[in-house]
Antibody, heavy 123, light 104 residues
Framework: QEQLVQSGAEVKKPGASVKVSCKASGYTFTGYYIHWVRQAPGQGLEWMGWINPNSGGTDYAQKFQGKVTMTRDTSISTAYMELSSLRSDDTAVYYC????????????????WGQGTLVTVSS | EIVLTQSPGTLSLSPGERATLSCRASQRVSSNFLAWYQQKPGQAPRLLIY???SRATGIPDRFSGSGSGTDFTLTISRLEPEDFAVYYCHQSETFGQGTKVEIK
């Protein structure tokens, strides 16, 4: 059964960085894009970008360019999302989600989601 | 970038009633790549519908999606107690703002 399991909650000070992991199991990790989506408290869903686990290629939402870095380690079927220069408005739950298999369907649907990682930015 | 506008913001209904949720795109959605998700408090979103009208694995048939172009609808034929939640439409890099279905 396909599953994405994320790392635990983090508390960071403003200006710091955070790195969240997302471990895939039950399917071929390199066969599907991984997306990152965040949700601020009481707010809706915001797409941050994707990584192609096969090639390592990435595409980030314009809002997050220069602030987010997505990487992967295929040997352990794990994707990572690092967010830098944290501010209080980066406080949110961060989700990884499985996307499509090809570039034409990369974000057509997110069929499996991690459980979410709460990142709290506070001085 | 496509903007997705969901309506209504909140839908107050009783169990057993029919729910109709709307999602309007600011421009035509290519290949009808429009998906719907359900989210309950403290949980990750769950895929319900993809490609505008295809039910995801394990989703009950009381959930159905329709529409094309710029106008899409999620219908829940008879609300069960577990269906009260927030619903989001999604296209590529964009999510709608959500519709909350609450118990009347």
């Amino acid at each position: 059964q396909e599953q994405l399991v994320q790392s635990g909650a983090e508390v960071k000070k403003p200006g710091a960085s955070v790195k969240v992991s997302c471990k895939a199991s039950g399917y071929t990790f390199t066969g599907y894009y991984i997306h990152w989506v965040r949700q601020a408290p009481g707010q809706g869903l915001e797409w941050m970008g994707w990584i192609n686990p096969n090639s390592g290629g990435t595409d980030y939402a314009q809002k997050f360019q220069g602030k987010v870095t997505m990487t992967r380690d295929t040997s352990i079927s794990t994707a990572y999302m690092e967010l830098s220069s944290l501010r209080s408005d980066d406080t949110a739950v961060y989700y990884c989600a499985r996307g499509g298999r090809r570039v034409t369907t990369v974000a057509a649907k997110f069929d499996y989601w991690g459980q979410g990682t709460l990142v709290t930015v506070s001085s | 970038e496509i903007v997705l506008t969901q309506s209504p913001g909140t839908l107050s209904l009783s169990p057993g009633e029919r729910a109709t949720l709307s999602c309007r795109a600011s421009q035509r959605v290519s290949s009808n790549f429009l998906a719907w998700y359900q989210q309950k408090p403290g949980q990750a979103p769950r895929l319900l519908i993809y490609d505008a009208s295809s039910r995801a694995t394990g989703i009950p048939d009381r959930f159905s999606g329709s529409g094309s172009g710029t106008d899409f609808t999620l219908t829940i034929s008879r609300l069960e107690p577990e269906d009260f939640a927030v619903y989001y439409c999604h296209q590529s890099e964009t999510f709608g703002q959500g519709t909350k279905v609450e118990i009347k």
